[in-house]
């Protein structure tokens, strides 16, 4: 069993910045692919970054593409989501996400273990 935790979520003003982070439990993180997904009031809970095992591939939504970054640390089992140039329509929880059979998808069903959420709030 994988424990995550997401940390790093507050609100902050259009524009700005915040880096997400997600600590893993497990000694078998560095081969998990691992992702962030997140899920605003009354929508459903969509795909947003994806990064595989080493590191060296990253999938993005469309609508984050260029301006949030996924990474990880291996070394600390941590993933982070560097956003930047935020915008109200990303308020949501954001949750990581971990696939421990490297299915590299970007759906709900492609991921085994869960986060508890962070609360991600822009201000306009």
């Known amino acids: 069993q994988v424990q995550l935790v997401d940390s790093g979520g507050r609100l902050v003003q259009a524009g700005g910045s915040l880096r997400l982070s997600c600590a893993a439990s497990?000694?078998?993180?560095?081969?998990?692919?691992m992702a962030w997904f997140r899920q605003a009031p009354g929508k459903e809970r969509e795909f947003v970054a994806a990064?595989?095992?080493?590191?060296?591939?990253?999938l993005y939504a469309g609508s984050v593409k260029g301006r949030f970054t996924i990474s990880r640390d291996n070394a600390k089992n941590t993933v982070y989501l560097q956003m930047n140039s935020l915008t109200p329509e990303d308020t949501a929880v954001y949750y990581c996400?971990?696939?421990?059979?490297?299915?590299?998808?970007?759906?709900?069903?492609?991921?085994?273990?869960w986060g508890q959420g962070t609360q991600v709030t822009v201000s306009s």
């Open positions: 990064i595989s095992w080493r590191g060296s591939s990253t």
């Open positions: 996400a971990a696939d421990r059979w490297d299915r590299w998808g970007h759906t709900k069903s492609d991921y085994d273990y």
């Open positions: 497990a000694r078998t993180f560095s081969s998990y692919t």
